[in-house]
């Protein structure tokens, strides 16, 4: 049983759409992370989110950490190509649990 | 920097043979782990290491064995394999960042085996 849950599994949009994708878990984190992954490299940090509420954008990614602290999300504004990747989310205890992940085809 | 290498990148097995898989990171990082992926499953730790000649059990830890006699290399072994470790091995390093209770994970670029 995955202690993190992503969804959707498989999300294809078309370039310039905008795109969110959920991490839920039972579990309280005391923080959660984001990593991308592209194909045959490994995954790669994109933000760490600690406090409950909080909300941290990247460029055209926006983070948010639910105020329970069991919940995040990522929404990216008119994706682009290069956004295409695996999304994983990963929650902190004294080590890190990771979600199964979001595979997201942007098309051009 | 080189960051986090593994050695070797592919790996082909028949049942019951053994092979060693390599970890390196060269950012002076005490914290090691070793992570298998397989599809729709995400990542699970397999072990891991707090520091130089220390090991411990991460969530899928049987079948693998690990040492960490230096600081910069943690290896994987696998005794006698089977076809379900066909898989993805990640191997990851990082420094633990006090105050914020969060860790930056480094991962390697992956050793994908198969064992037929």
């Known amino acids: 049983t995955q202690l993190l849950e ?12 905008n795109l969110t994708v959920y991490c839920n878990s039972s579990s309280v984190f005391s923080s959660l992370q984001w990593y991308r992954q592209e194909p045959g490299e490994g995954p790669v940090l994109l933000v760490t989110v600690v406090t409950g509420g909080e909300v941290k954008k990247l460029k055209r990614l926006t983070f948010q950490f639910g105020d329970a602290r069991k919940d995040s999300s990522l929404h990216i504004t ?3 190509p290069g956004d295409t990747g695996l999304y994983l989310c990963a929650g902190i205890d004294y080590k890190l649990s990771f979600g199964a992940g979001t595979t997201v085809t942007v098309r051009a | 920097n080189a960051g986090v290498t593994q050695t070797p990148k592919f790996r082909v097995l028949k ?8 970890c390196a990171q060269d950012m002076n990082h005490e914290y090691m782990y070793w992570y298998r992926q397989d599809p729709g499953m995400g990542l699970r730790l ?20 690990v040492s960490r006699l230096k600081k910069q290399n943690f290896l994987l072994g696998l005794e006698s394999a089977a076809p379900s470790q066909t898989s993805v091995y990640f191997c990851a390093s990082s420094s633990w960042t006090s105050g914020s209770g969060a860790d930056t994970q ?10 037929l």
């Open chain 1, 78 to 80: 008119a994706a682009q």
């Open chain 1, 6 to 17: 992503q969804s959707p599994q498989f999300l294809s949009i078309q370039e310039g759409e």
């Open chain 2, 15 to 22: 049942t019951g043979q053994s092979m060693t898989l390599l």
């Open chain 2, 106 to 115: 480094y991962f390697g670029p992956g050793t994908r085996l198969t064992v």
């Open chain 2, 46 to 65: 397999i072990h891991y290491s707090v520091g130089e000649g220390t090991t411990a059990k991460g969530e899928v830890p049987d079948g693998y064995n």
